[in-house]
C-alpha cells in the first residue's frame, strides 16, 4: 500500500514554479523519496529522487524537510509539457519494489 | 541503448484466450517488474524479478504467470484472459540491491501494452 499522501490535483501558470507537496508521515530512516510524472498514457519517467539532503537536477528540486516526514517537488518554470500525473514514492534502501499512489494531476495553464 | 523494449503496444484478446506480453532490456539490470494501470489509477504491481532465475509476486498477481530466464528477458503471461483484465500494462527495470547495485537506483519504465479482453 502507499506510503504516501498527494493532492488529487493542482494547476500552475506556465513560467511559474510548480510546487508538488508530498506527505510520507511514516517513512523511515533507510527509505528514499522518489518523484516519477506520467505524461498521457506514456510509461513513468523519473525525476529525482533523496535521502536527506536537498536535491537538484536539470529537471527539477527535491526539498525533504528535516524531520523527512514531508517533501515538495519544484519544476522552476513549468511549461505546457511538464502536464502529468506526479508520484511520490518511498521505497527501502534495500528493497527494490516501487509502490505508486494514485499521484497529483498537473495541468499547466497558458 | 533502447531502454526498455515492450511488444506488442497493441492487443485485443478474447475471453478465456492466453497469451504472452514482451519485455526486454539492454541495460544489464538484474531488477525487472510488470505493473498494471487501469483507468484514472495508478500503477499496481504485479510480478517482480531480481536476477535471472528468481521471481516474486507483488500485489495484484493473480492471473498473470512470469519467468525470467535471461537477465534481459521478463515474459509476463496471461493463461486464460478475463475481462478484468483490460489494462495497460507496463514493464520496468533498475539495477538490484541483491547482485551490487545501489539501492537507490531508479526504474526505467516501457511504453506499455494497451490489452483489452472482451
Known amino acids: 500500500d502507499a506510503k504516501t499522501t498527494q493532492p488529487t490535483s493542482m494547476d500552475c501558470a506556465e513560467g511559474r514554479a510548480a510546487n508538488l507537496p508530498c506527505n510520507h508521515s511514516t517513512i523511515s530512516g533507510n527509505e528514499y523519496v522518489y518523484w516519477y510524472r506520467q505524461i498521457h498514457s506514456q510509461g513513468p519517467q523519473y525525476i529525482i529522487h533523496?535521502?536527506?539532503n536537498n536535491e537538484t537536477n536539470e529537471m527539477a528540486s527535491l526539498i525533504i524537510t528535516e524531520d523527512r516526514k514531508s517533501s515538495t517537488l519544484i519544476l522552476p518554470h513549468a511549461t505546457l509539457r511538464d502536464t502529468a500525473v506526479y508520484y511520490c514514492i518511498v521505497k527501502y534502501e534495500t528493497g527494490n519494489q516501487f509502490y505508486f499512489g494514485t499521484g497529483t494531476s498537473l495541468t499547466v495553464i497558458p | 541503448n533502447a531502454g526498455v523494449t515492450q511488444t506488442p503496444k497493441f492487443q485485443v484478446l478474447k475471453t478465456g484466450q492466453s497469451m504472452t506480453l514482451q519485455c526486454a532490456q539492454d541495460m544489464n539490470h538484474e531488477y525487472m517488474s510488470w505493473y498494471r494501470q487501469d483507468p484514472g489509477m495508478g500503477l499496481r504491481l504485479i510480478h517482480y524479478s531480481v536476477g535471472a532465475g528468481i521471481t516474486d509476486q507483488g500485489e495484484v498477481p493473480n492471473g498473470y504467470n512470469v519467468s525470467r530466464s535471461t537477465t534481459e528477458d521478463f515474459p509476463l503471461r496471461l493463461l486464460s484472459a478475463a475481462p478484468s483484465q483490460t489494462s495497460v500494462y507496463f514493464c520496468?527495470?533498475?539495477?538490484?540491491?541483491?547482485?551490487?547495485?545501489?539501492?537507490?537506483?531508479?526504474?526505467?519504465f516501457g511504453n506499455g501494452t494497451r490489452l483489452t479482453v472482451t
Open positions: 520496468a527495470s533498475s539495477y538490484s540491491i541483491q547482485t551490487g547495485g545501489l539501492g537507490n537506483s531508479p526504474l526505467h
Open positions: 533523496g535521502l536527506k
